[in-house]
């Protein structure tokens, strides 16, 4: 359960930062966001985080959801989360008021600017993934289809 | 019935991750030349659109540009480096230096932020008040409350989050060749770059950022409003 969840509001972030996959609007807000934090990343960086990041949060939310390499999903799950946790409280630390952009426009349990709400909600999904790395994962595909890595 | 997970598992997590990782990595980079994204913004430099025109009166015929340019409604006077002596809500006078970032418009010392302190494409208050006076389209990309507790006369509010999925519909009333000055509340607020960046991608070519926000604009004593106005939904 806790991997279908997960997944599914991975899936559900990644789907909010591209679609509509036919206008530009969605990665140029999204890019926005990014430099927003002010890291000094290279324009090819911050392009590539663009794109690169929201696909793989997609890919690795479907695969949470059908219950395939569930380990490694929630891995790259847990490895994001850890660097947004690190990038918002970097971000709180230097005092810039800005938009989480983990969701495009959208909220999970916290509203308004990036605060500590939103750290507070990333553990809390950050514990999730954590449980679907280390607990043998029931009922999934993996499971079903005899795979090692449960 | 427990099955003891073979001792090269972790191997394998790390191959598919590494796997998920690349491909979702190499979907991202193909989408990325479907639709590329502009990071930086250009737009005319501010001092020309500024210029006094030439009075047409005794000077034979000549081809104008096809760009239209806001002609002030009077010849304006050279642009002056100095800002206008601010109202009675702020006291500029014996302050020095601009402390953008560290005093906001209506402390004791804060004056407005100097052409020369700016990024491009940023404007100070006088550029955008001349703007404003040649009837360029103010866009407030501040909170809703914010807005109508007061925002510059006759501004649409426009949020980075209205272009999330496409262009607002606000955006079919302000024409493409329209001067467009975006503001959001000045100091770190970084709404009104973006919401510019997204202005300049659809197709605007002169779009500014008011450096020193709706605060420095109110303290300065320029036209404002209060109210529900015209906002993007």
Not at chain 1, 60 to 81: D, E, F, K, Y
Not at chain 2, 56 to 84: D, G, I, L, R, Y
């Amino acid at each position: 359960m806790a991997g279908i969840f997960l997944g599914a509001v991975f899936l559900w972030a990644a789907w909010k930062k591209i679609a509509p996959l036919g206008s530009p609007n969605p990665p140029q807000v999204f890019a926005s966001s990014i430099t927003a934090y002010k890291l000094g990343l290279p324009d090819w960086l911050v392009t590539f985080s663009t794109f690169a990041v929201p696909w793989t949060e997609l890919l690795a939310g479907v695969a949470l959801i059908l219950g395939l390499w569930t380990r490694a999903a929630a891995g790259i799950i847990v490895a994001m989360l850890l660097l947004f946790i690190g990038l918002g409280i970097s971000a709180l630390v230097r005092g810039l008021e800005i938009k989480c952009g983990c969701f495009g426009d959208g909220t999970l349990f916290c509203t308004g600017g990036l605060g500590w709400c939103h750290i507070r909600e990333n553990l809390f999904l950050t514990s999730l993934g954590v449980l679907c790395v280390l607990a043998r994962p029931r009922g999934t595909l993996d499971e079903l289809l005899g795979r090692k890595t449960f | 019935m427990t099955v003891k997970p073979p001792t090269n598992i972790w191997k394998l997590v790390a191959i598919q991750a590494l796997v998920l990782a690349s491909v979702g990595s190499a979907i991202g980079v193909i989408d990325a030349f479907r639709r590329p994204i502009n990071l930086s913004r250009t737009t005319v430099d501010v001092n020309d659109l500024l210029k006094p025109t030439t009075p047409p009166a005794a000077v034979a015929p000549t081809p104008t540009p096809a760009t239209p340019t806001p002609a002030p409604p009077t010849p304006a006077p050279p642009m002056a480096k100095a800002e206008p002596a601010p109202t009675a809500a702020s006291t500029p006078t014996t302050a020095t230096g601009t402390a953008t970032g560290t005093v906001n418009p209506g402390d004791a010392g804060w004056k407005p932020t100097p052409e020369a302190a700016l990024p491009k494409g940023q404007i100070t208050i006088e550029q955008a008040k001349r703007l404003f006076d040649a009837g360029a389209q103010f866009i407030d990309t501040r909170k809703k409350d914010e807005y109508e507790a007061g925002h510059v006369q006759n501004a649409f509010r426009i949020g980075l989050s209205n272009f999330q999925a496409g262009d607002p519909a606000l955006l079919a009333m302000i024409p493409r060749d329209s001067v467009v000055v975006a503001y959001c509340s000045g100091g770190q607020c970084d709404e009104s770059e973006a919401v510019a960046r997204m202005f300049s991608g659809s197709g605007y070519a002169k779009v500014f950022v008011l450096h020193d926000g709706f605060p420095g604009w109110k303290v300065m004593g320029h036209p404002v409003q209060t109210g529900a106005g015209m906002q993007a939904e």
